[in-house]
């Protein structure tokens, strides 16, 4: 009871603050901005931009961002976003207290205020509307594509709309209400859901739920579209207004699903407002660096167990010699750069270059020994003084790798990386390192900015390199003690590993 | 030798064969097994400690130590499984 009742005040209390305070139109403009960081992000990504990591999205966003307050400017240079402000004076009569942010450019002054929060949403709603169109086209190309014959009487407008002709009607198309529905909407609007009904027996059309109906002008045709998201539709013959509501749409099959038709009517445009078209194209970020997935090389050790296969071209020994200073068993020029070879004092062409100067009886074309960098053979070891009778000779053959290898076990263990339960391992591994892996070895630098008489004060405190290797010791040894620590600890609760 | 060196070496040869074959093909049997089932349902984002954090980090090998405490819980747990094992087997009281 007690703690209800503490629960309440603190709920209380909570939201008294919250009303109370002054509203700050960064801060909302910040839940709008979050809100439209989705939106970009989803639309980039739509697009087929490919994001490294968290950073490389936050960059791309604030990249559009910029770009969005440009156009802004520019908007407003031109006098265009006279009804951005209307509303935002509209806003500010109602008594909210709004306060740019001077000192933010593109994400805080892009966003600073209620204008740029209206502006913000439609161009969230106008770059979701490009990307159902978007989507919509690629549906109708791929019905392009795929060439379906068409269906009887029924031509696709879209993808998900559908173009009745007239001469069908009279052969026993019929729109019609369900159930002969005429019920009110909120406002009082009457409206009836409207089905289309096939003539033809068990056909799925008939299911097909209808939107916007009207007649296309001279054309003697019907158009309507079928589940379609829009939930009012245009008005018809007078008699009020055809509603569909979402829940009869939930319902529609989608019109893919049977045979319909590539017959093109027409594409519908989405009506984007002007001064917001360049504003939803997706930004080049190419010429941002930081923004574009980050590709750090890392060096990698290619073993090569068998560098010759079984390709019997490959094997040195069938290779002619065609240096006049080369040896028996040792071919030139196998392998490596030219030039990177031949130290000084060494003939050229014998020996120092890659896959020529190794020791005979290793694998010839290797380089010598692993490790040891082409052509870095010791001074003063004049080609053809290393052992003789070692020599490969062709009669011998490759020799016997002498090992037994076993089926990697990494076949098993990937998709086990990633299938759960097998996955749980590796999502500890993942979870501590998101939860911890951002606290890294790296010194910390602290950099505070103050200002004072309109003057800025920079500190910075950074620990001096000097300690790091005092750090790193002390590290391990914390380490090591906290390893021991668990152990006896383990020790205690287990009662040392006796029967309970 | 050259004689005992070819049969060690047919020897060989024969066991990658089964190795290579038998056991591979196994192998992708279950790992096609294993892809059938759902994929790790966690995603996660890196959580953000700040400068106050590698602060922290700095002096303490914190990562490290979970890591560690991690591992020797799978121990720990894998000792209690094989214990109960054997004593489900009967093979200690």
Request: aromatic share 12%.
């Amino acid at each position: 009871m007690k703690k209800i009742f503490i629960s309440i005040l603190c709920f209380i209390v909570f939201v008294s603050f919250v009303f109370k305070m002054d509203y700050k139109a960064s801060a909302i403009s910040v839940v709008g901005s979050n809100a439209l960081k989705g939106v970009v992000i989803g639309a980039m990504e739509k697009s087929g931009i490919k994001f490294a990591n968290k950073e490389a999205k936050e960059k791309a966003y604030q990249a559009w961002n910029m770009k969005a307050y440009e156009k802004w400017k520019a908007d407003e240079a031109a006098g265009r976003n006279a009804d951005l402000w209307k509303d935002f004076e509209r806003i500010k009569t109602g008594g909210l207290n709004v306060s740019p942010i001077e000192s933010l450019p593109g994400y805080g002054k892009v966003l600073v205020d209620y204008t740029f929060f209206g502006m913000a949403a439609s161009i969230g709603g106008a770059i979701g509307m490009a990307i159902q169109n978007k989507q919509l086209e690629n549906e109708r190309l791929k019905y392009l594509d795929e060439k379906i014959p068409e269906y009887k009487g029924v031509s696709l407008n879209l993808s998900l709309g559908v173009s009745l002709a007239s001469e069908f009607v009279s052969d026993g198309w019929r729109v019609t209400p369900v159930n002969g529905s005429n019920v009110k909407t909120d406002d009082g609007k009457p409206f009836s859901l409207w089905t289309i009904l096939s003539p033809f027996d068990n056909d799925s059309a008939k299911h097909f739920y209808i939107t916007n109906l009207e007649v296309m002008g001279d054309l003697l045709k019907y158009s309507f579209n079928v589940g379609s998201r829009s939930w009012q539709g245009e008005a018809l013959n007078n008699d009020g207004y055809n509603y569909i509501p979402l829940s009869s749409i939930k319902n529609a099959d989608m019109l893919f699903a049977y045979e319909a038709v590539p017959k093109i009517e027409e594409v519908p445009q989405i009506k984007i407002p002007e001064p917001l078209k360049k504003v939803i194209e997706v930004p080049d970020i190419s010429e941002i660096p930081e923004a574009m997935p980050q590709k750090t090389p890392v060096e990698v050790i290619v073993p090569l167990d068998d560098p010759f296969g079984d390709n019997p071209h490959n094997n040195p020994y069938e290779l002619p010699a065609t240096s006049p200073g080369g040896e028996p068993g040792k071919e030139p020029g196998t392998g490596g750069e030219p030039g990177t070879g031949g130290e000084p004092g060494k003939e050229p062409g014998t020996g120092g270059e890659p896959g020529t100067g190794g020791e005979p009886g290793k694998e010839p074309g290797t380089g010598g020994e692993p490790g040891k960098e082409p052509g870095t053979e010791e001074p003063g070891k004049e080609p053809g003084t290393e052992e003789p009778g070692k020599e490969e000779t062709p009669e011998d053959g490759p020799t016997c790798s002498k090992k037994v290898e076993f089926p990697k076990f990494s076949i098993i263990t990937d998709p086990m990386s990633d299938s759960f339960p097998f996955s749980l391992p590796w999502d500890l591994y993942d979870i501590i390192e998101a939860m911890f892996g951002d606290m890294t070895n790296e010194a910390p630098n602290f950099h505070y900015v103050f200002k004072f008489n309109d003057k800025k004060y920079d500190f910075k405190l950074d620990i001096p390199d000097y300690f790091d290797s005092y750090f790193t010791f002390a590290r391990g040894i914390i380490l090591i003690g906290f390893d021991i620590s668990v152990m006896f600890f383990f020790y205690r609760i287990s009662k040392g590993g006796a029967d309970e | 030798m050259a004689v005992l060196d070819t049969i060690l070496c047919a020897l060989i040869k024969f066991v990658n064969m089964i190795t290579e074959g038998l056991g591979t093909w196994l192998f992708e049997i279950i790992a096609w097994l294993i892809e059938l089932l759902p994929s790790s349902p966690f995603d996660l984002e890196p959580v953000k400690w700040g400068e106050f954090g590698r602060l922290v980090g700095y002096l303490l090998p914190i990562s490290k130590m979970l890591f560690h405490f991690a591992l020797m819980l799978g121990f720990v747990a894998m000792w209690y499984t094989v214990q109960h094992i054997l004593r489900f087997v009967k093979m200690i009281k």
